[in-house]
């Protein structure tokens, strides 16, 4: 009877208290893990527990015989304790305890050392997030398009150059553009990149591929009509074991390098081209001063003051080269002061107004009787506005009209320059700020650099965080309009700036938390 | 007297030549640009042409190719007087317009009054 009941409870109760903790510990480690970890957490836990049967079983068997003892004992009909011959039963009691109790402080030990580890891991995985967090900013950052695949062909991570160049997020049906929108939604790359087929190719067969072909490049028009030609880098992402962990692919535009040593070159060629013409007059009127052509000390007095005005003319325009060079590479400071931009605005006036009067150009201010506060370094503003006024007189005839207006709008501060000069043709406006450019059909009628507006638009958005439009008409004149943040002391900080745009990292996988 | 017609969009370029060229005994005309060039030119045909190429309304191509139209105008020697000097390939210029001579600015008066009396054959001294 004894051995029945004693039995049962070593058989039932003995591993249900004791495999309960067990169990526990291994389902709460793999809970707490995450399920990154719960495989092995599980394992674990699996490991933890198949030992404690173990030892049960063990234990289990030396019970079996302790009681088969009792019950060899008992049939006498006596319920007293007898010796049995391996040292008696009680004297054993004791020390199966203790063994229990060794198992029980083994299992303590065990989960303390789970715990122990968990905390380490969770550590670990801390430090790991970081890292993604740090390297995926890194990525965002790049100027270089990436976006990175997992190993069934989902979109996972893009950085900001991907998104602008292809369509991820943008332009696709509503869908998959919602779709994306939630981090860590899972999107075929094929779906999103449909009006790439040629892309979606590339990246298939990279994933396809044997380990040691994974990498692959192909050229390829991105929009696809378009004629900007990219390399496309894709490479196969693999762990030791040559699993297919997924895809990251690189965009390099081929253009615009070739793009680039092109605008230099006729950068450097507008230069040459516009400082020889004065040099040629300097130097034709120095040699005839030479060779005795200019007795007379009238004609004399003359040639020379021609010769001045052609080396501040060169000067001018060496001037405006360094100038934007020195602006653009940031070398030269900026000194905002708070002022009223009709102040900026009259001084360039004073400047031009002889000019626009040479040509019997009719130049008028209407300036607003508002104080226009405005936040701006008034010698680069002064810039750009007399670049506006100035190419106003340039490219509108004698005996034209040229209209300043000033006034301020819901938050910013409005300047416009008006003429009714020869125009610009529709399909040039859009190219009218780009270093170098010059309006084909208005090459001829001044002679320029193709540097003016690009320095206004510098000054005006990137310097001052305002905008600049230009409407225009051929032959009925042109309207060129500054917007500049109204207010004193704005702190438009491109630091800032900066910080925002690092922050929005594009990552669909988060941090496992 | 012997004329020639200088063409040029700046205007210091023709005062120097025109102020080199009357030294030298030559009868000078001058125009800011191609078509009033041509006009000048067909309303009293010059013995040489001095012409820039870049210039507004007409420029100094065109106007080689207008004054081979003309029958009073298409024997006169051009000269072209350009900033342009690497960009382009002088002997194709010189075939394909039927330009006599090319000089690229900055330029030697000098130089260019030889070339205008080497165009015209003969020396004219000056007084």
Not at chain 1, 268 to 296: Q, R, Y
Not at chain 1, 462 to 485: A, K
Not at chain 2, 84 to 102: N, P, S, T
Request: proline share 4%; net charge negative; glycine share 8%.
């Amino acid at each position: 009877m004894l051995s029945g009941k004693l039995g049962a409870a070593i058989d039932r109760r003995i591993p249900l208290v004791v495999l309960t903790p067990v169990a526990v510990a291994g389902a709460l480690t793999g809970a707490l893990l995450g399920p990154l970890w719960a495989v092995s957490a599980v394992a674990y836990g699996a490991v933890l527990a198949g030992t404690g049967l173990w030892l049960l079983r063990v234990q289990d068997r030396r019970f079996a015989t302790l009681l088969d003892g009792y019950a060899e004992a008992e049939p006498a009909g006596g319920c007293g304790v007898r010796s049995v011959s391996d040292g008696g039963a009680m004297a054993l009691l004791p020390e199966t305890a203790a063994r229990v109790n060794a198992i029980f402080e083994s299992f303590r030990r065990q989960w303390e050392q789970a715990v122990s580890q968990k905390t380490e891991v969770e550590l670990l995985l801390n430090v790991r997030n970081k890292h993604v967090r740090r390297l995926e900013t890194v990525i965002d950052l790049l100027s270089v398009p990436v976006i990175v695949l997992d190993g069934t062909g989902h979109l996972m991570f893009w950085n900001g150059a991907a998104e602008k160049l292809l369509p991820v997020g943008e332009g696709q049906d509503a869908d998959v553009a919602g779709l994306l929108r939630f981090a860590g939604a899972q999107t075929d790359a094929a779906m999103v990149f449909s009006t790439l087929p040629e892309l979606v190719r590339l990246l298939a067969e990279t994933r396809m591929r044997e380990c040691a072909e994974r990498r692959r490049s192909v050229e390829m028009a991105i929009p696809p009509d378009s004629d900007t030609l990219y390399r496309v880098d894709a490479a196969a992402v693999v762990d030791r074991d040559g699993e297919l962990l997924g895809v990251v692919a690189t965009f390099h535009d081929l253009d615009s390098v070739r793009r680039e040593r092109a605008q230099h070159a006729e950068f450097v060629s507008s230069v040459a081209h516009e400082l020889k013409t004065p040099m040629a007059g300097i130097k034709a009127f120095v040699e005839m001063l030479i060779d005795g052509d200019c007795e007379d000390p009238e004609e004399q007095r003359e040639v020379l003051q021609l010769i001045d005005a052609q080396v501040d003319r060169l000067t001018r325009m060496v001037n405006s080269v360094l100038n934007l060079a020195r602006i653009e590479s940031g070398v030269i400071e900026i000194k905002r002061a708070d002022v009223d931009l009709n102040d900026v605005v009259r001084k360039t006036l004073e400047i031009v107004e002889p000019v626009a009067a040479e040509k019997q150009q009719t130049l008028i201010a209407e300036l607003s009787h508002l104080y226009l506060p405005v936040h701006v370094d008034p010698d680069l503003m002064g810039q750009a506005v007399l670049n506006l006024v100035s190419n106003a007189v340039k490219y509108t005839p004698e005996g034209g009209e040229i209209r300043l207006r000033t006034r301020p709008d819901e938050s910013t501060v409005v300047l416009e320059v008006a003429d009714n000069g020869i125009g610009i043709p529709q399909e040039s406006l859009p190219l009218v700020f780009d270093r170098f450019y010059r309006v084909p059909q208005n090459e001829r009628a001044a002679s320029g650099t193709g540097l003016g507006l690009a320095l206004v638009r510098y000054i005006v958005e990137d310097v001052h965080q305002g905008e600049i439009d230009v409407r225009s008409r051929v032959g009925e004149g042109t309207c060129f309009t500054v917007q500049l943040p109204l207010g004193h002391r704005r702190n438009g900080s491109r630091h800032r700036d900066a910080g925002v745009h690092a922050a929005s990292g594009r990552a669909l996988v988060h941090e496992t938390r | 007297m012997r004329t020639v017609l200088v063409c040029d969009d700046e205007l210091y370029i023709t005062r120097a030549v025109a102020m080199k060229l009357r030294k030298a005994g030559y009868d000078v005309l001058t125009a800011a640009d191609g078509q009033a060039g041509l006009e000048l030119a067909l309303a009293s045909p010059p013995d040489v042409v001095i012409t820039d190429y870049q210039m507004p309304r007409m420029d100094g191509l065109e106007l080689c190719v207008a004054l081979k139209k003309h029958e009073q105008t298409r024997d006169i020697p051009v000269v072209l007087l350009t900033a342009k000097g690497y960009e382009v390939d002088e002997q194709d210029l010189k075939e394909r317009f039927a330009i006599q001579a090319m000089i690229v600015k900055p330029f030697s008066p000098r130089e260019l009054l030889k070339t205008v009396h080497r165009l015209i054959g003969e020396t004219v001294v000056a007084d």
